[in-house]
């Protein structure tokens, strides 16, 4: 009982460890929350609001040890993009829409928890993915760059306003693009020291010097009030067609999200050798966006920036996600005036800090190897800066979908052979060793059977039953990969079974999974033409199968 209720001497130094990871993280925070809030064209509170329920959700019901759930720059732009064309310039419509969406998006969490999608983690193809990420950060911080020198942009086309941009070069607000450039190099300097509240600190300078230097005088603009008196939560009114669209958009919002908070959870429980549960994950992303959206706040995930920056601090645990919380809080409750007096270039410097990493082009060089990456990446990446944010988003995961299901949808038709004489059966064609049982016909899709593959799969299966090059009595289907079946896998196997049982063939069904053996044994084309159903391996199915043929054919 002693060892749970006092902490062990291992333990104060983790949990000192915490502490100052939070302190130090909460400097980051904070001027990011409001950062991205300038993205999505919101109040500066929009984005300290998902700080803080991220926070306090991810940390009472996440599994990472590392993970810090907030706003992102990707969900923010997602955001500013859908609302702005749906509110045809209407401000107070454009809110309510923000509202909406995040509402949706944490609902659409929440139903995947619970439904257990959260083996689906590969769903967004990693060259789709990184190359959105690539041409989002471009887009994010050319856009940054126009709204600091203070150029009107009216094509969301990134082909179109980077000429905009350079073009109004003498109109330029010089005073704020100098503000930027110095916040961002003192952003870098303090980049170096990985304990050091970078962003808070040039917050803080950007404010006293501003005052100083009287920079609002020179044109340059301050952020404004952040004012955090919550609202009483209440669902948006809106019609059922714009219900629909917000749908459309949080679903491929969901998608890009999860992409981007279960690369970073993933990435840090590999490299300590952490046990993370990805469904529990779920329910928790949707809890912080359900909270966000009720106080008026931006969807939240697990940002790569934020969680790499709480590791790289040495933190060991969610306490200092708690811990960054509660300094957040008392900034808040404290110096928020103040926070009011930051220059508008400090904000915008923090983001192009932040999204500069994702400039890289080291981490899509893996992917220009094989041609069909290479390609993924192309039109991912031209997807965003022809297209827009929001049509580049949901292009970029229609590329994915369309990916699987072509996957899915050519899977081949193996035949099986036995291997050294033993019990394992293998495709022949990768193992020349393999010999096929006489008399036997043994085939396994390579992929699991659905509406899409399954028609051409089965016929294939019946091109070799009749073209067999050695006489055949029994016919093996090994349905491992496939743990369920559709309905209209189920109504081309009850074709299947009088095709085969036509040909004269017996047909036996091994590796059924249990559900998709509980499907077929109520067809009463499985009693009609003799199908044996089996759950055991593909050896065993062999000997029944010479059992039944014992004897002259």
């Excluded at 992917?367 to 990456?373: A, E, V």
């Amino acid at each position: 009982m002693s060892s749970a209720s006092t902490p062990s001497p291992t333990e104060q130094p983790h949990r000192w460890q915490d502490v100052l990871a939070g302190l130090s993280i909460a400097g980051l925070l904070l001027p990011e929350a409001v950062a991205y809030s300038s993205i999505a064209a919101l109040a500066p509170q929009a984005g300290v609001i998902a700080l803080f329920a991220g926070l306090l959700c991810y940390g009472l019901f996440g599994t990472s040890r590392f993970a810090i759930v907030s706003a992102t720059s990707s969900a923010a732009a997602v955001l500013a993009a859908a609302t702005a064309t749906m509110a045809n310039g209407d401000p107070q419509l454009r809110s309510t829409l923000a509202v909406g969406l995040v509402l949706v998006t944490g609902g659409l969490f929440l139903l995947a928890g619970i439904f257990r999608f959260g083996s689906v983690t590969s769903f967004i193809a990693k060259p789709v993915l990184r190359g959105f990420a690539f041409g989002l950060a471009l887009t994010i911080i050319l856009k940054q760059i126009a709204s600091v020198v203070g150029v009107q942009l009216v094509d969301a086309n990134l082909v179109r306003f980077a000429p905009q941009l350079f073009e109004q070069l003498p109109q330029w607000n010089w005073p704020a693009a100098g503000v930027a450039a110095v916040a961002l190099a003192l952003l870098l300097l303090f980049s170096r020291f990985p304990r050091v509240p970078g962003g808070l600190l040039v917050v803080v300078i950007g404010i006293a010097v501003g005052q100083w230097l009287n920079l609002s005088a020179h044109g340059v603009k301050m952020i404004g009030l952040i004012d955090l008196s919550l609202e009483v939560p209440n669902l948006p009114v809106l019609p059922f067609a714009d219900w629909l669209r917000l749908g459309e958009v949080a679903f491929a919002l969901v998608m890009i999200l999860y992409a981007e908070s279960y690369g970073s959870i993933s990435a840090y429980a590999l490299k300590h050798g952490d046990r993370v549960r990805s469904n529990r994950d779920l329910l928790a992303l949707g809890a912080s966006n359900l909270l966000s959206g009720l106080f008026h706040g931006l969807p939240a995930g697990a940002g790569y920036s934020a969680t790499s920056a709480n590791e790289a601090a040495g933190a060991t645990s969610r306490l200092a996600g708690g811990v960054a919380a509660l300094v957040v809080l008392l900034i808040v409750l404290t110096v928020l005036p103040y926070i009011a007096l930051t220059p508008e270039p400090i904000l915008a410097a923090i983001v192009i800090h932040a999204l500069a990493r994702g400039l890289s082009l080291q981490p899509l060089g893996r992917y220009f190897i094989w041609r069909r990456d290479r390609v993924l990446v192309m039109c991912a990446v031209g997807a965003v800066l022809v297209l827009g944010v929001l049509d580049g988003l949901l292009v970029s995961v229609a590329i994915s979908v369309l990916l699987m299901l072509k996957q899915l949808s050519a899977a081949d038709l193996q035949i099986l052979g036995r291997i050294d004489g033993g019990h394992d059966f293998v495709d022949v064609q990768r193992h020349p060793t393999a010999k096929t049982e006489p008399g036997v016909l043994i085939v396994r899709p390579g992929e699991a059977l659905f509406f899409a593959n399954v028609e051409r799969i089965l016929g294939a299966a019946l091109h070799l039953i009749r073209h067999s090059p050695a006489p055949i009595h029994s016919v093996i289907l090994s349905l491992e990969e496939s743990p369920n079946l559709d309905g209209t896998s189920i109504e081309a196997l009850q074709e299947f079974f009088v095709r085969v049982h036509n040909e004269g063939k017996k047909l036996v069904l091994a590796r059924l999974k249990e559900e998709a053996q509980g499907a077929l044994a109520v067809l009463p084309e499985v009693q009609a033409n003799g199908v044996l159903l089996s759950g055991l391996s593909v050896d065993v199915a062999v000997q029944q199968a010479l059992k039944y043929s014992a004897g002259p054919e």
